[in-house]
């Protein structure tokens, strides 16, 4: 295996572990994962897809993954583009399912960090910050 199909890799496996540690967030806050990975055809897909059914509010979840804030921050990778994809998709989840008609949409960025250059958190432990209502 060569340099760059094992730092592909090594970014899959690392997006896996936010997306793990983020829908266990949403469930600490009371969501239920409805969907992990929901795909359409060649549209995309859409990371998480949470319901709290008592609140009735259905939270479709981009999660963006890195290694540290130092840059930038994950959400601004979730441009123009990226949004109406998720938004389309978000239509064709709710087309399927008419039940959640009367639910509050929500779309939500999920920023999750490895480790910060400030050297404040340990190895290994991860931050995730859920920007709800991003767009």
Same mark, same amino acid.
């Given at each position: 295996?060569?340099?760059?199909?094992?730092?592909?890799?090594?970014?899959?496996?690392?997006?896996?572990?936010?997306?793990?540690?983020?829908?266990?967030?949403?469930?600490?806050?009371?969501?239920?994962?409805?969907? #992990?990975?929901?795909?359409?055809?060649? @549209?995309?897909? %859409?990371?998480? @897809?949470?319901?709290?059914?008592?609140?009735?509010? %259905?939270?479709?979840?981009?999660?963006?993954?890195?290694?540290?804030? #130092?840059?930038?921050?994950?959400?601004?990778?979730?441009?123009?583009?990226?949004?109406?994809?998720?938004?389309?998709?978000?239509?064709?989840?709710?087309?399927? #399912?008419?039940?959640?008609?009367?639910?509050?949409?929500?779309?939500?960025?999920? =920023?999750?960090?490895?480790? =910060?250059?400030?050297?404040?958190?340990?190895?290994?432990?991860?931050?995730?910050?859920?920007?709800?209502?991003?767009?």
């Amino acid at each position: 295996m060569d340099r760059q199909t094992a730092a592909a890799n090594d970014n899959i496996a690392k997006g896996r572990i936010g997306e793990d540690a983020c829908a266990r967030e949403y469930e600490k806050r009371g969501y239920e994962i409805s969907a #992990r990975n929901w795909r359409r055809g060649k @549209i995309g897909e %859409i990371d998480i @897809i949470a319901e709290n059914r008592e609140k009735s509010v %259905i939270c479709f979840c981009e999660v963006k993954t890195r290694k540290d804030s #130092r840059f930038a921050s994950a959400g601004e990778a979730v441009d123009f583009r990226k949004r109406l994809r998720i938004r389309k998709l978000a239509q064709l989840y709710l087309l399927e #399912r008419p039940w959640l008609n009367d639910f509050y949409v929500r779309f939500d960025v999920a =920023e999750v960090y490895f480790g =910060e250059p400030s050297g404040t958190r340990k190895t290994g432990e991860l931050r995730i910050d859920i920007i709800e209502s991003a767009f």
